[in-house]
């Protein structure tokens, strides 16, 4: 549920337009807070090795003490409100590059060039004759309004705010956004409350302890799914299955599964190739709705079953053996095997391509009284042994 990630913008949104007074209550100690905050996440991201939010880290850093420079005075006077038109769409502009282009490692001297670039954007609109554009412009005051006493409406960004807003979401929820990907959105998301709220004491504080709350879940999701997922397959990985084996019911069965000959396969058609095989095969196991997979390690699966029914455990193992064997993986001709990239295996054959089949040998085991994951594994493992034994691609129990 990367989603999370969203909630501080939007708990701070809500508090803010409803309940403002609470929030000045609180009486948080700004800046202080938001640079400590800040600090929080440039200590968990470098020790996570997550450089990305570096970037991310210093266009915080520099918009809040953009914000704190130049936004503390009336927005009647005209360079006040020229700087409050112009860092919004600035901050969206970079956070939109940040998101969509490739960054090089900030650990690169490319890296260290575009985050001080990225840095010194926002405080760069302190010198510039903002206000002078903007009347040259013609961009009205008439665009600000305050129609309650805690909110002023900028009806131009506004209108950048959702649209910009929207065709995240959209095209987030569309190509499925990532872990990642979430957290960038709801730090956006966060600063952008700056601009409804820029009347309210602490605005700029709190949507920056609002986004720096959003890095942090991210991050925490992260560690999370670094400590529990296989990144190839994208299945929880054995340090998972071993808390699953160890809360596991007494109706329940294991099973191991190893894909056959598949030494062979990366012999012939290279490691990448064998490393999309497993990505495959991950993705039609994650799609099993019978059973809960688990990548082991190396080639092996295991699957956990919430019944012990042998004659439904039969059905359904070979049900995913049969599933596994007549997936057509198809090769593209005009590449050789060597120098096969990710997404050169892939479904259909579209290209006349060359399709090949795997497929997998399965120990199943049912859960005995006395049984530990060890034990568990251990009889599921001996049954593969056995399948395997048998002459593959069948299923075996224990
Ligand atoms: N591409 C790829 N290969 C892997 C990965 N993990 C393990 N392997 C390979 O899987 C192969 C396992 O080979 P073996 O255990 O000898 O068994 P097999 O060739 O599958 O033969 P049987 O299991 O007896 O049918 C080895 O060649 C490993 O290098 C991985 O993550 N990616």
Redesign the pocket.
Request: aromatic share 6%; hydrophobic share 20%.
């Given at each position: 549920m990367p989603v999370i990630a969203v909630l501080p913008a939007v708990i701070i949104f809500i508090l803010q337009l409803w309940a403002p007074n609470a929030l000045a209550q609180l009486s948080v100690p700004f800046p202080a807070s938001a640079y400590l905050a800040l600090g929080l996440v440039l200590i968990l991201s470098s020790f996570m090795r997550q450089w990305q939010w570096l970037y991310w880290l210093a266009l915080l850093l520099s918009s809040y003490f953009t914000i704190q420079s130049g936004l503390q005075r009336p927005l009647s006077e005209p360079d006040v409100a020229a700087l409050y038109n112009t860092l919004p769409v600035l901050l969206t502009l970079l956070m939109l590059i940040l998101t969509l282009f490739p960054l090089p490692s900030i650990l690169t001297w490319q890296g260290i060039a575009l985050a001080i670039m990225i840095a010194a954007l926002p405080p760069v609109l302190l010198v510039m004759p903002l206000a002078d554009w903007s009347s040259a412009l013609a961009l009205s005051e008439a665009l600000l309004i305050q129609p309650y006493d805690n909110l002023a409406l900028n009806w131009g960004l506004l209108s950048l705010i959702f649209a910009v807003g929207s065709l995240w979401l959209l095209m987030g929820l569309y190509f499925r956004m990532s872990l990642i990907h979430w957290g960038e959105f709801a730090t956006w998301m966060a600063m952008m409350n700056f601009v409804i709220f820029v009347h309210l004491p602490d605005a700029s504080g709190w949507a920056t302890l609002a986004a720096t709350l959003s890095l942090l879940i991210t991050l925490a999701w992260q560690m999370l799914h670094l400590a529990y997922m296989d990144e190839?397959t994208g299945l929880p990985q054995r340090r998972a299955l071993l808390s699953h084996l160890n809360r596991l019911g007494k109706r329940s069965a294991v099973t191991m599964l190893?894909?056959?000959?598949?030494?062979?396969f990366?012999d012939t058609y290279g490691?990448d190739v064998?490393?999309q095989v497993?990505k495959l095969l991950g993705s039609v196991l994650s799609k099993t709705k019978s059973c809960k997979a688990y990548r082991y390690g190396?080639?092996e699966f295991t699957l956990i079953f919430p019944h012990k029914d042998p004659e439904r455990l039969e059905a359904e193992l070979n049900e995913i053996r049969q599933q596994v064997a007549d997936y057509p993986l198809v090769l593209r001709q005009n590449q050789r095997p060597e120098d096969d990239k990710a997404g050169k295996t892939r479904r259909g054959n579209s290209d006349g391509g060359k399709a090949i089949h795997i497929t997998i040998?399965l120990g199943c085991t049912a859960y005995q009284k006395g049984d530990d994951s060890d034990s568990l594994l251990k009889r599921a493992d001996n049954a593969l042994y056995a399948a395997?034994k048998a002459g593959?691609n069948r299923v075996k129990f224990a």
């Open positions: 190839l190893d894909v056959d000959h598949f030494k062979q990366n490691h064998g490393d497993l190396g080639e040998s395997k593959r």
